[in-house]
C-alpha cells in the first residue's frame, strides 16, 4: 500500500517570505500527486497537483515539485500571506484496481502552517 | 453553483449505537466518495459511490456502508459504534467518475462516540 509521510507537523514563516512544505510517498507506481489546504471548520480544499510526466507544476503563488528518484514532492508559497494559514495536505490519487476507475486518496498527516504578519 | 453540504454538523453518540450521515454533491457531480479524518491524522478513504453503486473501498470494516441516491446525494452509515470511531467524517464530490477527477470536500459532520 502507498504510504505517504509528512513529517513536519508545524512550520511558522514570516509575511512576505517562502513556504517550503514537504512530503514523501513510498510507492513509485503512484504518480498523482496534490495538495490540499484546510481551514478549522471547512472541508480540505484542492490546490495544485502534480503528474509524474512532470517535475514542476505552478500556479500563481504555488509551486509543486516532484523527485521521483527521492520519492520526494514539495510545496512552495511565494509570498506566504497571514491567510495561507492552513493545515496542509499532500495526497496521491489512486486508480482502483481490478477493472474498476475509481480515485482513493490517500493523504499524509498534515502540516500546521502558519504565517506571521 | 452549491458545494458539498454535510448534515449534521456535530453528532454525539454512545458505544454500540448507529449513526448515519447525509450529503449532498456539487451540482453536476455523480461520484462521492466519504473519508474519516481522526484527530491529528490525514482524512483515511472509507468508500467511493458512482452512479449508485460502490467502485472502490478502504480498510474499514463491514459495520461502515453507504447508499448512493439517483439524485447523487449520499449516506454513510456505521452500526455498533466503537470509540475509535469518534472522527471529523468528509464526503467529497467529483464530477465524471473518472479515477483522475478533482474531488470537493464538504465541512465535514464531527461525530463523538462516548
Known amino acids: 500500500d502507498q504510504q505517504v509521510k509528512q513529517n513536519s507537523p508545524s512550520l511558522s514563516v514570516q509575511e512576505g517570505r517562502i513556504s517550503i512544505l514537504n512530503c514523501d510517498y513510498t510507492n513509485s507506481m503512484f504518480d498523482y500527486f496534490l495538495w490540499y489546504k484546510k481551514y478549522p471548520a471547512e472541508g480540505p480544499t484542492f490546490l495544485i497537483s502534480i503528474s509524474s510526466i512532470k517535475d514542476k507544476n505552478e500556479d500563481g503563488r504555488f509551486t509543486v515539485f516532484l523527485n521521483k528518484s527521492a520519492k520526494h514532492l514539495s510545496l512552495h508559497i511565494v509570498p506566504s500571506q497571514p491567510g495561507d494559514s492552513a493545515v496542509y495536505f499532500c495526497a496521491d490519487l489512486t486508480s482502483g484496481a481490478g477493472g474498476t476507475s475509481y480515485g482513493k486518496l490517500t493523504f499524509g498527516q498534515g502540516t500546521i502552517l502558519t504565517v506571521h504578519p | 453553483e452549491t458545494g458539498v453540504t454535510q448534515s449534521p454538523t456535530h453528532l454525539i453518540k454512545t458505544r454500540g449505537q448507529q449513526v448515519t450521515l447525509r450529503c449532498s454533491s456539487q451540482s453536476g457531480h455523480n461520484t462521492v466518495s466519504w473519508y474519516q479524518q481522526a484527530l491529528g491524522q490525514g482524512p483515511q478513504f472509507i468508500f467511493q459511490y458512482y452512479r449508485e453503486e460502490e467502485n472502490g473501498r478502504g480498510n474499514f470494516p463491514p459495520r461502515f456502508s453507504g447508499l448512493q441516491f439517483p439524485n447523487y446525494s449520499s449516506e454513510l452509515n456505521v452500526n455498533a459504534l466503537e470509540l475509535d470511531d469518534s472522527a471529523l467524517y468528509l464526503c467529497?464530490?467529483?464530477?465524471?467518475?473518472?479515477?483522475?477527477?478533482?474531488?470537493?470536500f464538504g465541512p465535514g459532520t464531527r461525530l463523538t462516540v462516548l
Open positions: 467529497a464530490s467529483s464530477p465524471k467518475g473518472e479515477s483522475t477527477d478533482t474531488q470537493y
